[in-house]
């Protein structure tokens, strides 16, 4: 028998009824021997449950991470996170929670998932991955992103809506709605904007270049500063000063050394 | 290279030594004798109505023998944690924070945060409950606490964990036997944490009201299976208050750490006290409860202690065998 992935199954029993049905049903199991699924359901299934809020802890945590993509999609949404196969995913492959909704939100909330999850990344730094040497990349403080017009100011007045109390405003009053949503021409209607993680963990967001942006997620893997420097005169620099323009990327700190 | 006496080992002992590690039951006779303490963790004594620790201490000094400091290495240590340990008093570490049967988990990071956090502690050991204290990573509502699964499979994982933590540290690593709603697995919990014992040859932190919470979910008297754990083995006791609790016709016990103790953690704690020939130390945990409301339960313990566990604080001894 595989202790970790019963460990792994009684973590998703206490907080998914469904997984609990599922384990306590005919069909099998994806994951769980028989011999462990019988262990389980030697244990009185009300035994997994006398932690009444542990699910609704879970939303709390994802809301408080990503409160506008939650005024999106309504609390309903972010709950059902808890039985989705990327849920299932973090629990047996020692991921974050909070990285793997961003990965199962997808569109459903528009700019604004692509906003909080890029957030919740820059707030879980990994290691830069070696590359050759002198190659530059986007640097780790940075998240360049191409969202639907008007995003920014819906991002904007729905965190005013939410106030301080963003859980018990969207128990209170569901889903805000008007979120704007991606035309039907891929270049129609974008907005290009910037995410910057400040050293006291907070965030900065605002609007740049469209030819920054798409400079810096060309920079998203790393590139040698002759292709970075192509790029930079692509997107309109002039050839003989864009050597100056990726020197001042990098003395912010948007391009650093892998 | 002068090879040391087995009694004789510097702080990082059992580290990259190319003699062989003396046997639990020498390196214990280096443990202090802690006598009675308190438990705290981060900001537990700053909330309303909460025990501070170092006032217990000054009020009673007997009561106050040491502090358990519980560590969750993302939050560090609160003030009240870093005074008394710059005041030189006794501590132990409680890790809060670590899934011990997993090797990710001691990764390089982490492991600079607990030698940070011993560095101002210098605590006599490190302890704490050997179960699931995060499922995936370690992450914003990822914590919790469950029980190992109690197979036979679970215990070379959880063994290899806490030697390597002991390793990594220089300090014994006393698991104790967490609480919960759920124990899943064929063996009996005491059965579990002595084959975990000696497959890690490490010591055991008996957590009376965890055990007694088990017992009754399993339908067992308080007492049964006592036989099955290595007594000698057993340096730490916990007692605490419970609650008992009740939904839908499922009944358990809540470790709600308050003062009144359940019938069936006295029970285990004299049967304890009587046989845990090695202790070193009792920790009554009520870190949310205000003085006047734990004394009562911290003179009920003392007076149940062995003699030998009563020292004067700031005379703790090494050794305390009988």
Known sequence: ?258 | MRRPRDGDLPAARGIGYPWRVPDFSVRRELLPLLGLGVSTEYGASLAAGALDPAALRRARPDFGGFLEVGVEIAKGLDAPAKAWAAAGWPTTYHFLDINLDEPEDLDPAWLAGVRDCIATLKPAWLCGDAGLWHFGRRDRGQMLLLPPVLIAESVGPLAEGIRALREATGLEVLPENPPGSAFVGDLHLLEFFARVAEAADTGLLLDCAHLAMYQRLQGHAPLDGLDLLPWDRVIELHVAGGRERSDGGFHWIEDEHGVELLPDTWAIAEFALRRASQLRAVIVECERNPLSAVLPLFTRVAAALPERLRPVPGDSQIGGGV
């Open chain 1, 1 to 258: 028998m595989n202790p970790r992935a019963l460990q792994q199954a009684i973590v998703r029993m206490m907080i998914d009824p469904a997984f609990v049905a599922a384990v306590h049903g005919r069909r099998p199991v994806p994951g769980l021997a028989e011999d462990e699924r019988a262990l389980l359901r030697a244990v009185d299934r009300r035994a997994f449950t006398t932690d009444r809020f542990r699910r609704a802890r879970a939303v709390q945590a994802l809301v408080e991470e990503y409160p506008v993509s939650a005024a999106a999609i309504g609390l309903a949404a972010v709950d059902a996170f808890l039985s989705a196969p990327e849920f299932a995913a973090c629990v047996a492959d020692r991921g974050s929670m909070a990285l793997a909704f961003g990965t199962w939100l997808k569109d459903q909330a528009s700019g604004i998932g692509v906003i909080e999850a890029a957030m919740a990344r820059l707030r879980r730094p990994e290691p830069l991955a070696a590359a050759s040497p002198g190659a530059l990349i986007c640097g780790p403080r940075f998240a360049p992103l191409l969202v639907p017009d008007g995003t920014l100011a819906w991002y904007e007045a729905t965190l005013a809506w939410l106030g301080r109390h963003a859980l018990q405003r969207l128990a209170d009053h569901g889903p805000r709605p008007g979120l704007p949503r991606r035309g039907l021409t891929r270049r129609q209607g974008e907005e290009c904007v910037l995410l910057e993680a400040r050293a006291d963990g907070g965030m900065d967001l605002g609007t740049a270049s469209e030819a920054l942006v798409r400079l810096l997620r060309f920079a998203s893997q790393p590139r040698s500063r002759r292709a970075l420097e192509a790029e930079a005169v692509t997107r309109g620099a002039e050839a003989h000063e864009a050597g100056e323009v990726i020197d001042d990327l990098l003395a912010g700190g948007l391009l650093v050394e892998t």
